[in-house]
């Protein structure tokens, strides 16, 4: 007979098992290498860390330098860069921008979601707030499933690129894999619940004015 710590590993185990299935399975057919990636209106970069100066990490650089890269290539429009600005301090988008019009993308062509606090947010904030129906998302490939089922869930025509570059940092990537386990757990419950963004706030239009 199963002990109560057996059947909550047990029930664990499963849970975890059923949400690899459900990220692998909506988003199989959906992520692609940069160069065979369809095009697509938006590029929806999601946030990650930024450094006390400003400074995207290799990370965030990264999925910036993929998206720049797709904007040249005509594969999108624009440029939505979602992320953490809870705290004055702290700015994930605004650094985003910052490092993107450095590297030549025009201003006109991004917007900013100040309130991509997770994926989760991000991807219904990208369909709920800034009006987007079909989008490339780019991230780190440990990651791309999550994400792309994600916005697929909420209702975006989402493709994804997956970035490898930044495997060169061993032991950030390892952590950041171990992480995603527990991530993916947490999509499940969050598209079971269907729950609203952190914070959703009024309609933004500027998705639409970097197309124009």
């Given at each position: 007979m199963l002990t109560a710590g057996a059947f909550a590993v047990a029930l664990g185990v499963l849970t975890s098992a059923g949400g690899e299935l459900w990220t692998k399975?909506?988003?199989?057919?959906?992520?692609y290498s940069e160069a065979e990636v369809p095009a697509a209106p938006?590029?929806?970069?999601?946030?990650?860390?930024?450094?006390?100066?400003?400074?995207?990490?290799?990370?965030?650089?990264a999925r910036l330098d993929i998206a720049k890269r797709l904007l040249d290539a005509g594969k999108v429009r624009a440029i939505l860069v979602s992320g953490d600005?809870?705290?004055?301090?702290?700015?994930e988008p605004g650094?985003?921008?910052?490092?993107?019009?450095?590297?030549?993308?025009?201003?006109?062509?991004?917007?900013?979601?100040?309130?991509?606090?997770?994926?989760?947010?991000?991807c219904?904030?990208?369909?709920?707030?800034?009006?987007?129906?079909?989008?490339?998302?780019?991230?780190?490939?440990?990651?791309?499933?999550?994400?792309?089922?994600l916005c697929r869930t909420l209702g975006i025509d989402a493709t994804g690129v997956g970035d490898d570059s930044v495997r060169i940092y061993t032991e950030p990537w390892r952590n950041s894999v171990v992480r995603e386990r527990g991530a993916v757990l947490k999509a499940v419950a969050d598209v079971v619940t269907r729950r609203d963004p952190v914070f959703l706030g009024r309609q933004e239009t500027t998705v639409q004015e970097a197309l124009s």
């Open positions: 399975g909506t988003a199989h057919g959906h992520v938006v590029a929806i970069v999601l946030g990650a860390q930024v450094y006390d100066d400003g400074t995207p990490s290799p990370f965030l650089a600005h809870s705290r004055w301090e702290y700015d650094s985003s921008e910052v490092y993107l019009v450095a590297r030549g993308v025009p201003a006109a062509r991004i917007a900013l979601d100040y309130a991509g606090f997770d994926t989760y947010d991000s219904a904030r990208a369909k709920r707030i800034f009006g987007v129906g079909e989008a490339i998302v780019v991230t780190q490939s440990y990651h791309i499933d999550r994400a792309v089922a």
